[in-house]
């Protein structure tokens, strides 16, 4: 099944996912399309001849127009709408949303932007309302500014939920978190004292994040501090750098942690809790011949070599094809009446069995998929090949 789902990955990316995810409300799947242009003009996979992360010529469902997908068929549509199209693991996450699809017979879309800001999401968002999709799962670029075109999603019927990054509680009818924000936080600035040296070591730690409207990254950057706050002795001899920002973009990433390098020659670790981020900072130490190490958020199939090497001291993840199955079973539940989105609500996620609704930190709700994995030497060739 792994191995299946690593396939299916490959071949969305390429814009290639007719076959397998037909099943998927009888439709051929569509690679990622940009907002620079209206839906409905998009070219079809088949003829553009780019892979799904060129935006500007991306597919749009099926060789056939948004408008047309939506509108063939009797069954509801689902739409994953991530903030940018530069990071693999939304695809992988739209493998898992679209397998759940597929399970229940809805038709599923993907659609994302070239650049994460919140303008280029409303865009996406504004389209696909005019025309007419049932459910929205959202990668929130930003926490606020989604409010008032998702609150008019909600308004005219369609389900929404964020997933990933959430946008805030009165923009959402409930959020899919992946594992909790302070665990994964501070499990990541523990690693980076592990690598100064442990409690007491001398050391300076550098964090390359997302961008800085992103509230996962910025919760989860929260979290790193709350720990170095919270054991005082451990990090007494510790110095940690301003955040940077490199927007989960490779080139903006990249340029962040040369700069790094540059400025802080005798940094011991950079914190990146993005996939782009910390892959990007990987190759820049490689590049550098820097003794510089990294930990943070990243795909074990792209931080497996780097591990190896011993530049990624670890990483941390969950299962992406779970995360958005989950999703998928999310936005199904709120259209079907199942939940409300309300506290001690059910969701019923197929093989991933049920989860009860609970209080989320910003006042909103949640439904909480799991436990991060850790990725070191020990079991990183467990995972490389999965995602």
């Not at 799991?370 to 079991?379: S, Y």
Request: aromatic share 6%; net charge negative; hydrophobic share 40%.
């Amino acid at each position: 099944m792994k191995n299946m789902r690593k396939m299916l990955t490959v071949l969305l990316t390429a814009g290639m996912l007719s076959t397998l995810l037909a099943g998927c409300g009888g439709k051929e799947a569509p690679a990622p399309v940009d907002s620079s242009e209206p839906a409905a003009e998009a070219p079809a996979a088949e003829d553009s001849g780019e892979a799904a992360g060129d935006a500007a010529e991306a597919p749009a469902a099926s060789g056939d127009t948004t408008a047309d997908y939506v509108a063939g068929s009797d069954a509801p549509t689902y739409v994953m709408i991530s903030k940018t199209l530069s990071d693999p693991i939304f695809i992988d996450m739209y493998v898992g949303f679209s397998e759940f699809c597929e399970s229940e017979g809805i038709n599923c879309m993907y659609r994302g932007t070239e650049e994460p800001t919140a303008e280029k999401e409303i865009e996406v968002i504004s389209q696909l309302i005019a025309q007419g999709v049932d459910g929205l799962a959202v990668i929130a670029s930003d926490f606020d500014a989604l409010e008032p075109i998702l609150t008019q999603a909600m308004g005219q019927g369609i389900s929404v939920v964020t997933f990933d990054s959430a946008a805030n509680p009165d923009s959402r009818q409930v959020h899919v978190e992946q594992a909790s924000i302070d665990l994964v936080g501070r499990a990541q600035m523990d690693s980076a004292l592990q690598i100064c040296g442990g409690a007491g070591a001398e050391g300076t730690i550098g964090i390359l994040s997302a961008q800085p409207e992103s509230q996962l990254h910025a919760d989860w950057c929260a979290a790193m501090l709350k720990e170095v706050e919270d054991k005082p002795e451990d990090y007494k001899n510790i110095t940690v750098l301003p955040i940077a920002y490199g927007d989960d973009l490779p080139d903006k990433s990249t340029t962040e942690a040369q700069a790094m390098l540059q400025n802080y020659p005798e940094l011991d670790v950079i914190i990146s809790p993005t996939t782009v981020g910390i892959l990007s900072a990987a190759k820049v130490i490689q590049d550098m011949n820097s003794e510089c190490k990294v930990t943070g958020v990243g795909l074990p199939s792209e931080m497996a070599p780097y591990i190896d090497n011993g530049i990624c001291y670890d990483c941390y993840l969950w299962d992406p094809y779970d995360q958005g199955y989950l999703a998928a079973a999310s936005v199904h539940s709120i259209a079907t009446g199942e939940s409300t989105g309300a506290v001690g609500d059910t969701v019923t996620a197929g093989r991933l069995g049920s989860y009860t609704v609970e209080e989320y930190y910003d006042g909103g709700t949640q439904v909480l998929l799991g436990d991060p994995i850790r990725f070191t030497k020990d079991n990183i060739n467990d995972y490389k090949d999965l995602f």
